[in-house]
Protein backbone atom coordinates (compact mmCIF):
# COMPACT_ATOMS: atom_id res chain seq x y z
CA UNK A 1 0.00 0.00 0.00
CA UNK A 2 1.03 3.58 -0.52
CA UNK A 3 2.59 5.79 2.08
CA UNK A 4 -0.33 7.62 4.22
CA UNK A 5 0.95 11.09 4.54
CA UNK A 6 -1.54 13.35 6.00
CA UNK A 7 0.53 16.90 7.27
CA UNK A 8 -1.57 18.98 9.86
CA UNK A 9 -3.70 21.45 8.78
CA UNK A 10 -3.25 25.62 10.15
CA UNK A 11 0.05 26.87 11.93
CA UNK A 12 0.13 25.96 15.91
CA UNK A 13 2.51 28.90 15.50
CA UNK A 14 -0.21 30.86 17.01
CA UNK A 15 -1.59 28.55 19.56
CA UNK A 16 -3.67 29.42 21.69
CA UNK A 17 -6.21 31.23 19.48
CA UNK A 18 -8.27 32.64 22.30
CA UNK A 19 -9.39 36.54 22.34
CA UNK A 20 -6.55 39.24 23.28
CA UNK A 21 -6.33 40.28 26.81
CA UNK A 22 -5.90 44.16 25.77
CA UNK A 23 -7.08 45.93 22.55
CA UNK A 24 -4.49 47.81 23.25
CA UNK A 25 -1.36 45.58 21.03
CA UNK A 26 1.98 45.37 22.90
CA UNK A 27 5.46 44.54 21.99
CA UNK A 28 7.71 42.33 23.65
CA UNK A 29 11.00 43.50 21.60
CA UNK A 30 12.74 47.16 20.36
CA UNK A 31 15.60 46.72 17.94
CA UNK A 32 18.48 48.73 18.50
CA UNK A 33 19.01 51.83 16.53
CA UNK A 34 22.18 54.07 15.95
CA UNK A 35 22.29 57.81 15.55
CA UNK A 36 20.61 60.56 17.91
CA UNK A 37 18.35 59.64 20.16
CA UNK A 38 14.53 58.91 19.23
CA UNK A 39 11.38 57.78 19.97
CA UNK A 40 10.86 54.40 19.00
CA UNK A 41 7.52 53.69 18.93
CA UNK A 42 4.11 55.75 18.39
CA UNK A 43 0.05 54.82 18.13
CA UNK A 44 -2.69 55.59 15.44
CA UNK A 45 -6.09 54.94 14.50
CA UNK A 46 -6.97 52.50 10.98
CA UNK A 47 -9.34 54.91 9.13
CA UNK A 48 -9.50 52.88 5.94
CA UNK A 49 -7.69 51.59 2.91
CA UNK A 50 -7.38 53.46 -0.91
CA UNK A 51 -5.11 52.62 -3.71
CA UNK A 52 -2.27 55.28 -5.48
CA UNK A 53 -0.19 55.59 -7.92
CA UNK A 54 3.61 55.60 -7.09
CA UNK A 55 6.85 55.07 -8.66
CA UNK A 56 8.26 51.46 -8.17
CA UNK A 57 10.77 51.95 -5.56
CA UNK A 58 11.38 48.61 -5.10
CA UNK A 59 15.00 47.71 -7.52
CA UNK A 60 14.63 44.07 -8.07
CA UNK A 61 11.13 44.92 -9.28
CA UNK A 62 9.69 43.87 -12.92
CA UNK A 63 8.27 47.17 -12.37
CA UNK A 64 11.02 49.02 -11.33
CA UNK A 65 11.05 53.08 -11.86
CA UNK A 66 7.86 52.18 -13.23
CA UNK A 67 4.41 53.61 -12.08
CA UNK A 68 2.64 51.20 -10.58
CA UNK A 69 -1.12 51.08 -8.84
CA UNK A 70 -0.59 49.83 -5.17
CA UNK A 71 -3.15 49.29 -2.21
CA UNK A 72 -2.84 51.65 0.46
CA UNK A 73 -3.64 52.04 4.07
CA UNK A 74 -4.47 55.05 5.87
CA UNK A 75 -3.69 55.64 9.20
CA UNK A 76 -4.72 58.69 11.70
CA UNK A 77 -1.66 59.64 14.45
CA UNK A 78 -2.75 62.58 16.16
CA UNK A 79 -0.02 63.76 18.72
CA UNK A 80 0.37 61.49 21.48
CA UNK A 81 1.24 62.39 25.05
CA UNK A 82 4.28 61.76 27.15
CA UNK A 83 2.96 61.32 30.84
CA UNK A 84 6.16 59.81 32.46
CA UNK A 85 9.38 58.42 31.93
CA UNK A 86 10.33 54.61 33.41
CA UNK A 87 13.35 53.46 33.64
CA UNK A 88 14.92 50.23 33.94
CA UNK A 89 18.16 48.26 34.74
CA UNK A 90 19.30 45.02 32.98
CA UNK A 91 19.25 41.46 35.92
CA UNK A 92 19.70 38.24 35.02
CA UNK A 93 15.95 37.77 34.90
CA UNK A 94 15.37 40.49 32.11
CA UNK A 95 15.01 44.45 32.40
CA UNK A 96 13.74 45.39 36.15
CA UNK A 97 11.66 48.88 36.88
CA UNK A 98 14.36 51.25 38.98
CA UNK A 99 12.61 54.12 38.65
CA UNK A 100 9.82 56.27 37.02
CA UNK A 101 9.17 60.08 36.87
CA UNK A 102 5.74 61.45 36.06
CA UNK A 103 4.51 65.16 34.77
CA UNK A 104 4.67 68.02 36.78
CA UNK A 105 1.01 68.34 35.97
CA UNK A 106 -1.05 65.27 34.34
CA UNK A 107 -3.94 66.06 32.04
CA UNK A 108 -7.36 65.24 33.07
CA UNK A 109 -7.56 62.59 30.49
CA UNK A 110 -4.71 60.85 31.90
CA UNK A 111 -5.97 60.74 35.34
CA UNK A 112 -8.96 58.51 33.81
CA UNK A 113 -6.59 55.68 33.23
CA UNK A 114 -3.67 55.80 35.79
CA UNK A 115 -4.70 57.13 38.88
CA UNK A 116 -1.42 59.65 40.39
CA UNK A 117 -1.81 61.71 43.56
CA UNK A 118 -1.89 65.55 43.19
CA UNK A 119 0.49 65.56 46.30
CA UNK A 120 3.02 63.93 43.71
CA UNK A 121 6.56 65.18 43.75
CA UNK A 122 8.78 65.05 40.81
CA UNK A 123 11.43 66.55 41.73
CA UNK A 124 11.66 63.67 44.78
CA UNK A 125 11.31 61.58 41.98
CA UNK A 126 14.34 62.37 40.08
CA UNK A 127 16.57 61.95 42.78
CA UNK A 128 15.96 58.28 42.84
CA UNK A 129 17.28 58.10 39.33
CA UNK A 130 20.80 56.98 39.86
CA UNK A 131 23.47 56.30 37.43
CA UNK A 132 22.49 52.36 37.00
CA UNK A 133 19.99 52.78 34.14
CA UNK A 134 19.87 50.60 31.22
CA UNK A 135 16.73 51.60 29.20
CA UNK A 136 14.54 54.56 28.75
CA UNK A 137 11.11 54.47 27.95
CA UNK A 138 8.09 57.18 27.82
CA UNK A 139 4.82 55.77 28.95
CA UNK A 140 2.77 58.05 26.52
CA UNK A 141 -1.26 58.07 25.74
CA UNK A 142 -3.11 58.53 22.65
CA UNK A 143 -5.82 61.61 22.20
CA UNK A 144 -8.78 60.37 20.79
CA UNK A 145 -10.94 63.17 21.45
CA UNK A 146 -8.64 64.54 18.73
CA UNK A 147 -10.17 62.02 16.61
CA UNK A 148 -13.66 62.30 15.14
CA UNK A 149 -13.81 59.02 13.70
CA UNK A 150 -13.12 57.15 16.95
CA UNK A 151 -16.14 57.30 19.27
CA UNK A 152 -14.05 57.76 22.84
CA UNK A 153 -12.33 60.52 24.81
CA UNK A 154 -10.73 57.95 27.29
CA UNK A 155 -6.99 57.94 26.27
CA UNK A 156 -5.09 54.27 25.66
CA UNK A 157 -1.51 54.33 27.59
CA UNK A 158 1.51 52.31 26.41
CA UNK A 159 5.45 52.53 26.70
CA UNK A 160 7.54 53.70 23.71
CA UNK A 161 11.14 52.77 23.96
CA UNK A 162 13.81 55.32 23.52
CA UNK A 163 16.60 54.37 21.38
CA UNK A 164 19.81 55.90 20.08
CA UNK A 165 22.75 57.17 21.75
CA UNK A 166 23.90 56.78 24.77
CA UNK A 167 21.87 56.23 28.24
CA UNK A 168 22.80 59.68 29.46
CA UNK A 169 21.55 61.58 26.30
CA UNK A 170 18.21 59.18 26.10
CA UNK A 171 17.53 60.72 29.73
CA UNK A 172 17.75 64.13 28.40
CA UNK A 173 15.92 63.19 25.35
CA UNK A 174 13.40 61.69 27.18
CA UNK A 175 13.41 64.81 29.80
CA UNK A 176 12.95 66.96 27.56
CA UNK A 177 9.47 65.74 26.26
CA UNK A 178 7.80 65.23 29.46
CA UNK A 179 4.62 66.32 29.69
CA UNK A 180 4.68 67.58 25.78
CA UNK A 181 3.00 66.43 22.91
CA UNK A 182 5.31 64.27 20.34
CA UNK A 183 4.36 64.25 16.84
CA UNK A 184 4.64 61.12 14.33
CA UNK A 185 7.77 63.01 12.18
CA UNK A 186 9.71 62.05 15.68
CA UNK A 187 9.05 58.44 15.50
CA UNK A 188 9.30 58.14 11.76
CA UNK A 189 10.26 59.94 8.29
CA UNK A 190 8.58 58.86 4.91
CA UNK A 191 10.46 55.80 3.12
CA UNK A 192 11.37 53.84 6.62
CA UNK A 193 10.11 50.87 7.43
CA UNK A 194 8.39 49.82 10.50
CA UNK A 195 6.25 47.37 11.72
CA UNK A 196 2.77 47.06 12.59
CA UNK A 197 0.94 45.39 15.28
CA UNK A 198 -3.06 45.18 15.90
CA UNK A 199 -6.07 43.43 16.91
CA UNK A 200 -7.47 41.44 14.37
CA UNK A 201 -10.93 41.60 12.97
CA UNK A 202 -13.12 39.20 15.69
CA UNK A 203 -15.29 36.64 14.52
CA UNK A 204 -16.56 34.67 17.45
CA UNK A 205 -16.77 31.14 18.07
CA UNK A 206 -16.15 29.04 14.58
CA UNK A 207 -15.90 26.01 13.78
CA UNK A 208 -12.49 23.76 12.96
CA UNK A 209 -12.90 23.87 9.31
CA UNK A 210 -13.31 28.05 9.50
CA UNK A 211 -10.81 27.92 12.39
CA UNK A 212 -7.71 25.30 10.93
CA UNK A 213 -9.00 25.00 7.25
CA UNK A 214 -8.99 21.36 7.73
CA UNK A 215 -10.86 19.57 4.50
CA UNK A 216 -14.41 18.67 4.14
CA UNK A 217 -15.31 14.95 4.73
CA UNK A 218 -16.03 13.02 1.44
CA UNK A 219 -19.05 13.51 0.22
CA UNK A 220 -19.59 9.69 0.65
CA UNK A 221 -19.22 10.04 4.20
CA UNK A 222 -22.21 9.05 6.41
CA UNK A 223 -24.51 11.92 7.44
CA UNK A 224 -22.19 14.91 7.36
CA UNK A 225 -19.10 16.17 5.62
CA UNK A 226 -18.48 19.20 8.22
CA UNK A 227 -17.83 16.63 10.92
CA UNK A 228 -13.85 16.01 12.40
CA UNK A 229 -12.34 13.22 11.15
CA UNK A 230 -11.28 12.14 13.87
CA UNK A 231 -9.95 13.42 17.36
CA UNK A 232 -6.61 11.28 18.09
CA UNK A 233 -5.57 7.76 19.55
CA UNK A 234 -7.44 5.74 22.21
CA UNK A 235 -4.13 6.60 24.34
CA UNK A 236 -3.59 8.77 25.92
CA UNK A 237 -7.11 8.98 26.99
CA UNK A 238 -7.81 12.79 26.48
CA UNK A 239 -7.79 15.18 22.89
CA UNK A 240 -4.84 16.36 22.49
CA UNK A 241 -4.62 20.31 22.02
CA UNK A 242 -2.94 20.02 18.18
CA UNK A 243 -6.28 18.42 17.69
CA UNK A 244 -8.18 21.21 15.07
CA UNK A 245 -11.18 22.18 17.13
CA UNK A 246 -13.62 24.67 17.00
CA UNK A 247 -13.49 27.96 19.13
CA UNK A 248 -12.58 31.91 19.04
CA UNK A 249 -11.51 32.74 16.27
CA UNK A 250 -10.31 36.37 15.33
CA UNK A 251 -9.38 38.94 18.00
CA UNK A 252 -5.65 38.04 17.70
CA UNK A 253 -2.98 40.23 18.29
CA UNK A 254 -0.64 39.87 15.21
CA UNK A 255 2.56 42.04 14.03
CA UNK A 256 3.13 42.54 10.10
CA UNK A 257 6.78 43.04 9.57
CA UNK A 258 8.34 45.84 7.38
CA UNK A 259 5.64 48.11 6.03
CA UNK A 260 7.32 50.86 4.59
CA UNK A 261 5.59 54.48 5.20
CA UNK A 262 4.80 56.50 1.98
CA UNK A 263 3.49 59.63 2.72
CA UNK A 264 3.37 61.36 6.18
CA UNK A 265 0.55 64.08 5.52
CA UNK A 266 -0.86 67.10 7.85
CA UNK A 267 -3.95 67.82 5.66
CA UNK A 268 -5.93 64.95 5.96
CA UNK A 269 -8.75 66.74 2.48
CA UNK A 270 -5.65 64.99 0.32
CA UNK A 271 -6.58 61.57 0.91
CA UNK A 272 -10.27 61.75 2.22
CA UNK A 273 -12.64 59.99 -0.05
CA UNK A 274 -15.64 61.83 -1.11
CA UNK A 275 -18.47 61.18 1.27
CA UNK A 276 -15.47 60.00 4.13
CA UNK A 277 -13.77 56.58 4.83
CA UNK A 278 -16.65 53.49 5.61
CA UNK A 279 -17.74 53.40 9.27
CA UNK A 280 -14.98 56.29 10.03
CA UNK A 281 -15.45 59.33 8.44
CA UNK A 282 -13.13 62.43 8.08
CA UNK A 283 -9.29 62.64 8.52
CA UNK A 284 -8.82 65.90 10.30
CA UNK A 285 -5.21 64.77 11.91
CA UNK A 286 -1.74 64.24 10.48
CA UNK A 287 -1.88 60.85 9.12
CA UNK A 288 0.71 58.42 7.51
CA UNK A 289 0.11 56.31 4.41
CA UNK A 290 1.11 52.72 4.39
CA UNK A 291 2.27 50.30 1.66
CA UNK A 292 -0.29 47.40 1.83
CA UNK A 293 -2.86 46.52 4.41
CA UNK A 294 -2.41 46.09 8.68
CA UNK A 295 -4.43 43.53 10.42
CA UNK A 296 -7.99 45.20 12.36
CA UNK A 297 -10.99 46.81 11.13
CA UNK A 298 -11.63 50.21 11.15
CA UNK A 299 -11.32 52.94 14.21
CA UNK A 300 -8.92 49.51 15.49
CA UNK A 301 -5.91 51.08 17.50
CA UNK A 302 -2.53 50.36 15.31
CA UNK A 303 1.10 50.54 17.34
CA UNK A 304 3.63 50.97 15.44
CA UNK A 305 7.98 50.49 15.82
CA UNK A 306 11.16 50.11 14.34
CA UNK A 307 11.58 47.26 12.31
CA UNK A 308 12.83 44.78 13.83
CA UNK A 309 13.84 42.43 10.81
CA UNK A 310 16.60 43.25 8.31
CA UNK A 311 16.28 42.46 4.34
CA UNK A 312 14.58 45.67 3.12
CA UNK A 313 15.69 48.52 0.83
CA UNK A 314 16.65 51.39 2.40
CA UNK A 315 15.38 54.87 0.18
CA UNK A 316 17.64 57.86 0.30
CA UNK A 317 14.60 59.85 -0.66
CA UNK A 318 10.81 59.59 0.07
CA UNK A 319 9.02 57.40 -2.29
CA UNK A 320 7.21 59.13 -5.54
CA UNK A 321 3.38 59.41 -5.14
CA UNK A 322 1.92 60.84 -8.20
CA UNK A 323 -1.94 59.90 -7.05
CA UNK A 324 -4.08 58.30 -4.37
CA UNK A 325 -7.44 57.94 -5.30
CA UNK A 326 -10.31 59.93 -3.20
CA UNK A 327 -13.31 57.95 -5.10
CA UNK A 328 -16.84 57.16 -3.18
CA UNK A 329 -15.96 54.07 -1.33
CA UNK A 330 -19.74 53.87 -0.86
CA UNK A 331 -20.35 53.06 -4.37
CA UNK A 332 -21.73 56.16 -5.12
Given at each position: ????????????????R?????P???????????????????????????H????????????????????????????????????????????????????????????????????????????????????V???????????T????????????????????????????????????????????????????????????????????????????????????????????????????????????????????????????????????????N?????????????K??????????G????????P???Y?????????
Amino acid sequence: MPKEHRPRHGSMGFSPRKRSDSPIPHFTSWPDVDGAPKVQGFAGYKAGMTHAVIVDYRPTSTTSGQEVHVPVTVVEVPPMKVGGIRFYRRTHDGLKSVAEVWAPKPDKELRRVFPISKAYDPEEAWKKVDGQVDDVRLITYTQPALVTGVPKTKPELMENRVGGGTVEERIAYAKNLLGKEVPVTEFCREGSMIDVAAITKGKGWQGHHTRWGVRLLSHKNSKHRRNIGTLGNFNPGYVRPTVPQGGQFGYHQRTEYNKRVLKIGEKGDEITPNGGFLHYGLVRNPYILLHGSIPGPTKRLIRLRDAARGGYVKLDKSPEITYVSRESKQGA
